[in-house]
Protein backbone atom coordinates (compact mmCIF):
# COMPACT_ATOMS: atom_id res chain seq x y z
CA UNK A 1 0.00 0.00 0.00
CA UNK A 2 1.72 3.37 -0.76
CA UNK A 3 1.62 6.09 1.62
CA UNK A 4 1.53 9.91 -0.11
CA UNK A 5 3.93 12.44 0.40
CA UNK A 6 1.17 14.51 1.61
CA UNK A 7 0.15 11.74 4.59
CA UNK A 8 3.83 11.48 5.45
CA UNK A 9 3.82 15.06 6.23
CA UNK A 10 0.43 14.85 8.11
CA UNK A 11 2.14 12.17 9.72
CA UNK A 12 4.95 14.20 10.94
CA UNK A 13 2.49 16.40 12.28
CA UNK A 14 0.58 14.39 14.41
CA UNK A 15 3.28 12.86 15.98
CA UNK A 16 4.87 16.06 17.37
CA UNK A 17 1.15 17.88 18.57
CA UNK A 18 0.30 14.40 20.33
CA UNK A 19 3.82 14.37 21.92
CA UNK A 20 3.34 17.81 22.65
CA UNK A 21 0.00 17.71 24.55
CA UNK A 22 0.88 14.77 26.32
CA UNK A 23 3.66 16.87 27.62
CA UNK A 24 1.67 20.25 28.27
CA UNK A 25 -1.09 17.20 30.44
CA UNK A 26 2.07 16.46 32.07
CA UNK A 27 3.24 19.92 32.87
CA UNK A 28 -0.57 20.86 34.01
CA UNK A 29 -1.22 17.70 36.22
CA UNK A 30 -2.51 18.48 39.48
CA UNK A 31 0.78 18.63 41.99
CA UNK A 32 0.28 18.30 45.34
CA UNK A 33 -3.01 18.04 47.78
CA UNK A 34 -2.62 22.17 47.41
CA UNK A 35 -4.95 21.26 44.38
CA UNK A 36 -7.63 21.62 43.67
CA UNK A 37 -8.42 24.11 46.11
CA UNK A 38 -11.02 23.58 48.58
CA UNK A 39 -13.23 25.76 51.16
CA UNK A 40 -11.17 24.77 53.83
CA UNK A 41 -7.60 26.44 52.23
CA UNK A 42 -6.29 28.78 54.02
CA UNK A 43 -5.80 31.95 51.43
CA UNK A 44 -2.12 31.82 51.69
CA UNK A 45 -2.19 27.90 50.72
CA UNK A 46 -4.65 29.21 47.88
CA UNK A 47 -2.79 31.74 46.52
CA UNK A 48 0.15 29.46 46.62
CA UNK A 49 -1.34 26.96 44.77
CA UNK A 50 -2.43 29.59 41.77
CA UNK A 51 0.80 31.32 41.73
CA UNK A 52 2.01 27.70 41.20
CA UNK A 53 -0.57 26.75 38.84
CA UNK A 54 -0.31 29.78 36.75
CA UNK A 55 3.94 29.34 36.68
CA UNK A 56 3.00 25.83 35.56
CA UNK A 57 0.45 26.82 32.83
CA UNK A 58 3.27 30.07 31.42
CA UNK A 59 5.84 26.87 31.03
CA UNK A 60 3.12 25.09 28.67
CA UNK A 61 2.23 27.87 26.97
CA UNK A 62 6.22 28.59 26.25
CA UNK A 63 6.76 24.80 25.18
CA UNK A 64 3.73 25.18 22.81
CA UNK A 65 5.15 28.12 21.33
CA UNK A 66 8.81 26.72 20.77
CA UNK A 67 6.74 23.89 19.21
CA UNK A 68 4.71 25.90 17.02
CA UNK A 69 8.31 27.77 16.17
CA UNK A 70 10.08 24.62 15.31
CA UNK A 71 7.18 23.37 12.71
CA UNK A 72 6.85 26.50 11.31
CA UNK A 73 10.23 26.25 10.40
CA UNK A 74 9.91 22.76 9.13
CA UNK A 75 7.06 23.51 7.10
CA UNK A 76 8.76 26.59 5.02
CA UNK A 77 11.82 24.29 4.50
CA UNK A 78 9.06 21.81 2.98
CA UNK A 79 7.22 24.22 1.02
CA UNK A 80 10.77 25.60 -0.32
CA UNK A 81 11.92 22.25 -1.35
CA UNK A 82 8.55 21.64 -3.08
CA UNK A 83 8.30 25.11 -4.83
CA UNK A 84 12.58 23.80 -5.68
CA UNK A 85 11.14 20.49 -7.41
CA UNK A 86 8.36 21.94 -9.25
Do not use: F
Not at 12 to 23: D, G, I, M, N
Not at 41 to 59: F, K, N, P, W, Y
Amino acid sequence: MAVSAKGDRMGAVETPCKSLCERVDELIQPQGESWPLRHTSTTHDAIAGLISRSQVLEEAIREIALEIQKLAAEHEKLEAHTLDTS
